[in-house]
């Protein structure tokens, strides 16, 4: 576990039965709960992409809440790679095209 308050960004990727149940606004509701800013979006391959900044003890309390997901959600396979954070999110939103981000 980091430090508190220590800042970071993410990109996580979730692999498994995470379209068509409800996991982004899973993620979203979330994410607001921690503070986090950023996106979610469903990528064309089924996966779901989560690009997130804040705290990197925040970032890695939503990776495990993400694991578990939503009830109608299974999810076979996450990876989170840590990345510089940027500043340039201001909120936590659902994207709904798959486009460079």
């Known amino acids: 576990m980091s430090q508190p308050g220590i800042r970071g960004a993410a990109e996580i990727l979730v692999e498994g039965d995470v379209q068509g149940v409800g996991y982004r606004n899973f993620v ?3 994410a607001f709960q921690l503070g986090l800013s950023g996106y979610v979006m ?22 495990r809440d993400l694991e578990k997901g939503p009830p109608l ?7 989170v790679t840590w990345l510089p954070s940027t500043g340039r999110f201001t909120s ?4 709904f095209a798959e486009f460079n981000a």
Do not use: T
């Open 42 to 63: 469903n990528l064309r391959d089924g996966r779901v992409r989560v690009r997130v900044e804040g705290p990197r003890d925040s970032i890695e309390e939503l990776a």
């Open 28 to 30: 979203q509701r979330k």
């Open 92 to 95: 936590f939103n659902i994207r």
């Open 73 to 79: 959600a299974r999810v076979e396979k996450l990876s």
